[in-house]
């Protein structure tokens, strides 16, 4: 399919277009999706250009509107876990009855909904942002959720085949058009974190839309979570050889730049005992979208609607583990980031909000400890 053909298919409109994908993505091999991406998700155009994101709305929504088709993936919402992220200065509760852990905190909606009045609990106004735990049995007792999350809620019927199709097959594209734009502004001569703010703030819509999408609940949150933990995914995306063609030579561009920004991030040097710990090794080794995606917020300064999106997807068991050990691996690299901030007073809240969110979970906690040792990273931070 040629540049010329995707632009006969956008001719049909967003929802005739749409319609056409869907029953493409529903035979199990689509030969249209990609060429039509190249042309919507062209690095050569502003990222928060509002047609685009338009379109990736009609485009996921497969011939429905995007209204209706998020009604409908909602619909099979599981429940399981709350997962809402909030920002600091937000109120939240902490009820030591009820939690395992003692970051354990709750937002304002399930603690009115569970049944705590006679529990040991205090109100607290957030000082680095937080995430609700309600629903999450590896941090809270069963008993202390709320009647919208874990056993208690009703379970849905069983989701159609093709519903997602088309959410599976965009979402890596999806992802990787925003690791580009990171890409594309780390290596200047000047970059400084003025640089750092505005290239997050001119992604600030497309970012909206990811969340958006994750919002849809399991569904969603599960095809997004599988682009970003999948090894084979990302070397398909972004590793030579790259075609001969305007977008290969793009991503040769874009490899270029990022392995620039690599060798500009490097590890502190430890002690001669710790050298051989992978979390200490000089240079970050990738093998998944969310491993780079982690890389550049570590590298612009933990932007808080970055933080929010990765946080928001921690209901997945998967890929918080994924994305916990990820962070582990790139933690050596927080001092760099702190010297060089403009704010580290805010910084540090936000590595917080991350940290105490990935940390509260203590098997996760101990396994990063004994296979990646995270206290010995922790002492070489401190020396």
Known sequence: MSNSTAQVLMKKGKRGAAAYIHADCENGSPQHLGPLLDVLLNP????DEWETIDWCRWLLAG????????????????????????????VAYRCRTCGISPCMSICRECFHRGDHSTHDFNMFLSQAGGACDCGDKSVMKEDGFCSNHGNKCPRPGDVPAALM???????????????????????GTQTTSDTYRITVQECEGYVKMLMEFNNMGDLMRSAMTK?????????????????????????????????????????????????????????????????????????????????????????DQDYKEHLTRTFVMHYARIPLVLEDAADPDTLSN??????????????????????LHLLHVMIVLEE
């Not at 876990?81 to 200065?89: E, S, T, Y």
């Not at 936000?350 to 296979?371: D, I, P, T």
Request: with cysteine; proline share 9%; charged share 20%.
């Open 350 to 371: 936000r590595v917080v909000h991350m940290s105490v969110q990935l940390f509260s979970n203590e098997a996760l906690a101990l396994r990063c400890v004994q296979q």
């Open 44 to 47: 050569s155009k502003a990222i």
């Open 227 to 315: 682009a970003l933990i999948n090894p084979q995914m990302y070397r398909n995306l972004v590793e030579p050889p790259f075609p001969d063609t305007e977008y290969g030579c793009y991503m040769a561009e874009s490899n270029k730049m990022y392995e620039k920004a690599l060798e500009m991030f490097p590890a502190p040097e430890p002690p001669d005992e710790y050298r051989h710990l992978p979390a200490l090794a000089p240079r970050l080794q990738h093998n998944t979208l969310l491993d780079e995606f982690i890389f550049w917020t570590f590298k612009y300064e933990f932007p808080q609607n970055v933080v929010c999106f990765l946080l928001n997807m921690l209901p």
């Open 63 to 90: 011939g429905r509107t995007p209204d209706e088709f998020a009604t409908i993936v909602r619909s099979y919402d599981k429940h399981d876990k709350c997962g809402l992220v909030w920002i600091p200065r937000v």
């Open 165 to 187: 199709c088309v959410a599976e097959a965009m979402m890596p594209r999806l992802i990787l058009r925003l690791l580009q734009h990171f890409r594309e502004n780390s290596c």
